[in-house]
C-alpha cells in the first residue's frame, strides 16, 4: 500500500469499540474534529493499533494528539507510509 485514502480510514473507524453506532462516517467529514464525531483519544489509541497490525505503520502514542481530524489522521498515516517505505 503507497497510500491510506479517507475511505481507509472510514472503515477503520467503523470497526472501532465503544463508538456510538449510529456515528455517521458518510459525507465530506475531513475536517470534522474526531471529537465532535465520537472518538476520543482511547478510541484513537486503538485506531493506531489498527493501522500499526493492518499496515505495519507504527504510531506512536504522541501522534495520537495530531491526528485531531480526518484529515489530519489521513495526512499524517500517509507520512508514515513514506518514512516506512
Do not use: C, K, W
Not at 497510500?3 to 473507524?13: A, K, M, V, Y
Amino acid at each position: 500500500m503507497t497510500s491510506f485514502t479517507l475511505d481507509d480510514l472510514r472503515e477503520l473507524l467503523g470497526s472501532i469499540a465503544g463508538v456510538d453506532e449510529s456515528t455517521d462516517l458518510s459525507g465530506d467529514i475531513a475536517d470534522v474534529p474526531l471529537a465532535d464525531l465520537g472518538y476520543d483519544s482511547l478510541a484513537m489509541l486503538e485506531l493506531a493499533g489498527h493501522v500499526q497490525r493492518r499496515y505495519g505503520v507504527p504510531i506512536p502514542d504522541e501522534a495520537v494528539e495530531r491526528m485531531t481530524t480526518p484529515r489530519s489522521t489521513v495526512d499524517y498515516i500517509n507520512a508514515q507510509f513514506a518514512t516506512v517505505g
